[in-house]
Each structure stands twice: as structure tokens, then as C-alpha cells.
């Protein structure tokens, strides 16, 4: 028996690495969705409808068995089943006989298969689409299950770092870098800045930095989403003036974790501890 548990939209790739003659009467038990996450959430269907990727794995592949199965269920879910209490049943199809059992069920803290009819062919398609639509919160709870690993706030730390050195350098590029493409600034006293342009323009406008500080105090998160809350010392000489201004205060980040890795600002918002000239 061989699982496919990788990306759909690259699933017909990996298992032609694998090779057909690797797979010759082999039950091929598929859980991969072809959702692409390209344009972010919602994700949309590579295929459906008249077709779908199960289908294809099996005319790609006519000498396996594949099997449908476990599409909407979590990847933690599936690895630890024990995740949700309870005895549960799941849904299964397949195009072509041969299936040694026909139905995929969760016991308490493991799978097993037992012998129910197996779901009509079509059935692959209306689970590739119930799929879509709970994909949102599927991939959200699965997200959500993960805490932050001390690996990533280590890279946020180091994201702070690298900023606070681009400031001090008049990198305004660089340091806007560290900010997502959409993300939106809330500085005191100023407008908002939305996208990385208007950012980088924000920090600009500071003019130069002579000193600055960055404190990261705490951070925590839960699957792509974090925060920061950090504490600032800055004096820098705003363009066109003979004095320079010192400040302290504190400030939230919102951090979002990118394809890549990376973890980058999404939305940040700092003030001042100085009371206001009287």
C-alpha cells in the first residue's frame, strides 16, 4: 500500500518519480486536494467538475488501485487521529475494484477500514469540492493547533535586529523589507500607511537616526500568525531640522509567516511613554 500525502497540485509529478512500474498493483491510497493557495485565501481547484485528481492519478496510473480518501481531514489530524475523542467514519471512493476493504474510519487513536460499500465514482468529485469549502477553516485549525517554535522567534528577533540596523544605516528600503507587501503601519501622530511603498516613505520621513533600540519583550503565536511586543529608545533629526528628537516608547507587531519561511510585519503600531509638551 503507498499514501500520497503530497501537494496536489504537484501529486501527478511526484508519484511519475516514483515511477509506474513501482506502483503496478498497489493500492495508492490518495489524500492530496488540488488547491492553489497562489492568490491566498480562499484557495481555488486546479481541477473539478468534469474531472478530478483522483481520476487523474488513476488514468495516470491504471495498473494501481487508488483510493480517495482522508481529503478532509486535517494533515494533524491525520498523523494523530486521537486529536478529535470519539469514534468517527470517513468518506472513500474509487474508479476501479479490487479494493481489499471499503471504508475508512477513526477509532479512538487509530484508522481502520471497514467493510461498507464503497461511494460511487462521482463521489470524488463532491469531495474535492466540500473540500474548498471548508478548506478555510480546515487549514485554520490545523494552523492553529501548532504553537510558534523558539526557531521562530529567533527569526522574528532577528527580523527586529535587521530592521533596527537598516534604520540606523538610512536603509529605508531595507527595513521596509521586513514588512509585508500589504501591510499596514499605525504610527503616532501620522496616518496610516498601507503597502510597503507608503511604509517606506513613513520611515524616510523620519530623516536620519543617530541611535535606536529595540527591545523584543515578548512573542508568541500560533501557526503563520504572531506578535511582538517590543520597547524603543530612537533619536534621529527629522529632514530640514538643526535639533534632533529623542523618544521611548513601545510598540505591537503583527507577524505573518510567508511561504518561504520567512516571517514578515503584517501590521504595526508603536507610541510614545513621553508625555506631550505642555
Not at 31 to 47: A, E, K, W, Y
Not at 150 to 162: I, L, P
Not at 210 to 232: C, N
Request: net charge positive; proline share 5%; aromatic share 8%.
Amino acid at each position: 500500500m503507498v499514501f500520497n500525502c503530497t501537494s496536489g497540485i504537484a501529486s501527478l509529478e511526484a508519484l511519475k518519480a516514483v515511477g509506474a512500474k513501482n506502483l503496478q498493483g498497489k493500492t495508492l491510497v490518495d489524500v492530496s486536494n488540488p488547491l492553489d493557495f497562489s492568490r491566498g485565501m480562499p484557495p481555488t481547484l486546479t481541477v473539478c467538475n468534469t474531472d478530478s485528481l483522483g481520476e487523474q492519478i488513476q488514468r495516470a496510473f491504471p495498473t494501481a488501485k487508488v483510493v480517495k480518501t482522508l481529503n478532509t481531514v486535517t494533515c494533524a489530524m491525520m498523523v494523530d487521529p486521537a486529536t478529535i475523542p470519539g469514534v468517527h467514519k470517513g468518506r472513500t471512493a474509487a474508479d476501479r475494484g479490487g479494493f481489499p476493504t471499503n471504508y475508512c474510519g477513526k477509532s479512538r487513536t487509530s484508522y481502520y477500514w471497514d467493510n461498507f460499500d464503497m461511494e460511487a465514482p462521482m463521489q470524488v468529485h463532491r469531495t474535492a469540492l466540500f473540500a474548498v469549502a471548508c478548506a478555510v477553516v480546515l487549514t485554520g485549525c490545523s494552523a492553529s493547533s501548532a504553537a510558534i517554535s523558539e526557531s521562530d522567534r529567533g527569526a522574528m528577533k532577528s527580523a527586529v535586529d535587521g530592521f533596527t540596523k537598516a534604520i540606523l544605516g538610512g536603509d529605508f528600503a531595507a527595513a521596509a523589507a521586513y514588512w509585508a507587501e500589504d501591510a499596514t503601519a499605525l504610527p503616532p501622530h501620522a496616518a496610516t500607511a498601507h503597502g510597503r511603498p507608503a511604509i517606506q516613505k513613513l520611515f524616510a520621513g523620519f530623516g536620519k537616526t543617530t541611535a535606536f533600540k529595540q527591545d523584543v519583550l515578548e512573542t508568541d503565536g500560533r501557526g503563520d500568525l504572531a506578535y511582538s511586543r517590543i520597547a524603543f529608545d530612537v533619536t534621529f533629526t527629522p529632514p530640514g531640522a538643526t535639533a534632533s528628537i529623542t523618544d521611548k516608547g513601545k510598540g505591537i507587531l503583527v507577524w505573518g509567516k510567508q511561504r518561504d519561511g520567512t516571517w514578515l510585519v503584517t501590521r504595526g503600531a508603536w507610541n510614545s511613554d513621553l508625555p506631550l509638551p505642555k
